[in-house]
């Protein structure tokens, strides 16, 4: 499975702010997916990143609030902007397998907005 | 959308006993899988299922495919403190395009093991 790196691994945030969410694989991919998991709830797709492409992005989530970066094959980033403190979630960036059948997820952010 | 419906929501056990968890949907998901959460970190794969009937095991862990494609289990023999955490289910409709890696979760069971 790939090593997948995020940081940060938590921070806490001020209403109306902005943070960026980095992801690092240690091999090249296609595809990588960023899902966010609110408290106590299970994980949801936000977007996946294609390399050379806009980002696609799931029912209620914008390019607005969750842009998406993907300048290689190795490396994304999502950032959080204007956010509140219902965006206090865990940000996972994961990669897949098998044509994406199955994803590996990194150790996520821990965000809280205060 | 798709939903899965994991149960149970969470269990208690004591050291050594077996656990069994399973997972069903309203739909087709060609692909199964199933995750364990520790606090603080992702999900980690324990177990894929590609075909339905399936059966898999990864040490004490075993999981099945169901013949209709709709459900799945994850059973966990002999526990130990160290199996503490959230368990996941999740399926890949595999439709094509953007929905490769879109997984459906179900909403996890808690796992306390008491020793």
Redesign the interface.
Known sequence: ?AV?S?KP?RDICQRGTSLTIQCQVDSQVT?M?WYRQQPG?????IA?ANQGSEA?Y??GFVIDKFPISRPNLTFSTLTVSNMSPEDSS?Y?C?V?Q???????????T?LSVL | GQQLNQSPQSMFIQEGEDVSMNCTSSSIFNTWLWYKQDPGEGPVLLIALYKAGELTSNGRLTAQFGITRKDSFLNISASIPSDVGIYFCAGNSNAGGTSYGKLTFGQGTILTVHP
Do not use: H, Y
Request: glycine fraction near 12%.
């Open positions: 499975s997948i995020q691994s595809m997916f709830q299970s994980l949801t797709l996946t696609t799931e029912s865990i996972l994961s897949g098998r044509g994406n059948e199955k994803l590996f997820f990194g150790s996520g821990q």
